[in-house]
């Protein structure tokens, strides 16, 4: 899933509301500088996820040129992402 710069931001508002809500989280530096980085703990995530879709495409590209063919990428993307997921612990 993609999100706009925009919707993760959102995102981190609530996710920081939610949790003074519950009062899961008692801040030791000023709530900005806590929401900063969990912005940034999201774009990094969504990265992760963007190198490992890029790295699944590498791969599929490799056994369609040596099993031209013989798989149907599209049932193929899915595992290997998840194997791939898994192997780099990445929560997908």
């Given at each position: 899933m993609k999100l706009s710069s925009q919707q993760i931001q959102v995102l981190a508002e609530?996710?920081?509301?939610?949790?003074?809500?519950?009062?899961?989280v008692v801040f030791k530096e000023d709530e900005?500088?806590?929401l900063?980085?969990?912005?940034?703990?999201?774009k990094e995530d969504y990265d992760r996820e963007a190198a490992l879709?890029?790295?699944v495409n590498a791969m599929l590209d490799q056994l369609e040129k040596s099993n031209p063919g013989e798989f149907q990428r599209f049932?193929?993307?899915?595992?290997?992402?998840q194997k791939l997921a898994k192997?780099?612990?990445?929560?997908l």
């Open positions: 609530k996710i920081l509301a939610q949790w003074k809500k519950q009062n899961l900005k500088i806590v900063a980085r969990v912005v940034e703990i999201i879709d890029q790295d049932k193929m993307f899915p595992i290997l992402k192997e780099r612990k990445v929560i």
